[in-house]
């Protein structure tokens, strides 16, 4: 789907609040054509986290196929698309905080990769427009 548009929603407790997923023939990378899909505006949240790396009764343990197995996988807003926008989006609570650094991919270390806005996990997002998102009330740029 091109130019979806997903604002204004309040999301609670989902493993990731909004995905925009488009990839191509192959299903291996993101769309080669600009897909402009836009979230912006929304309020997400998540309390379902992994307080010490552990996680929590209800956190995502399985989400994410990695070459050495599975890992969770949570995020507020999710993009693998090209040239999608994502804006002024309010994302709060522990199931949302990022546990690791992006450099722990294609292979995240269990229990899971999360973040407030991912444009890496699935396939990298091409040429992704992020701006004015706050996470916990503090600036996110991925």
Do not use: E, M, W
């Given at each position: 789907m091109r130019d979806a548009s997903l604002i204004g929603n309040r999301l609670g407790?989902?493993?990731?609040?909004?995905?925009?997923?488009?990839?191509?023939?192959?299903?291996?990378?993101s769309a080669p054509r600009p897909t402009r899909d836009v979230a912006c505006f929304n309020t997400i949240s998540n309390s379902h986290g992994y307080p010490g790396g552990v996680p929590s009764a209800d956190a995502n343990i399985s989400g994410l196929v990695t070459t050495s197995g599975y890992v969770?996988?949570?995020?507020?807003?999710?993009?693998?698309?090209?040239?999608?926008?994502i804006?002024?989006?309010?994302?709060?609570?522990?199931?949302?905080?990022?546990?690791?650094?992006?450099?722990?991919?294609?292979?995240?270390?269990?229990?899971a990769w999360v973040r407030?806005?991912?444009?890496?996990?699935?396939?990298?997002?091409?040429?992704?427009?992020?701006?004015?998102?706050?996470?916990?009330?503090?600036?996110?740029?991925?």
């Open positions: 407790n989902n493993d990731v609040g909004i995905t925009l997923f488009n990839v191509n023939a192959q299903c291996n990378q969770g996988d949570q995020a507020g807003v999710s993009d693998t698309g090209n040239r999608d926008v804006c002024a989006n309010k994302i709060s609570g522990a199931g949302y905080s990022p546990l690791d650094s992006t450099s722990s991919l294609p292979n995240p270390p269990a229990p407030p806005v991912d444009v890496f996990s699935y396939a990298a997002a091409i040429h992704p427009r992020v701006s004015g998102n706050r996470y916990d009330g503090k600036p996110y740029n991925p």
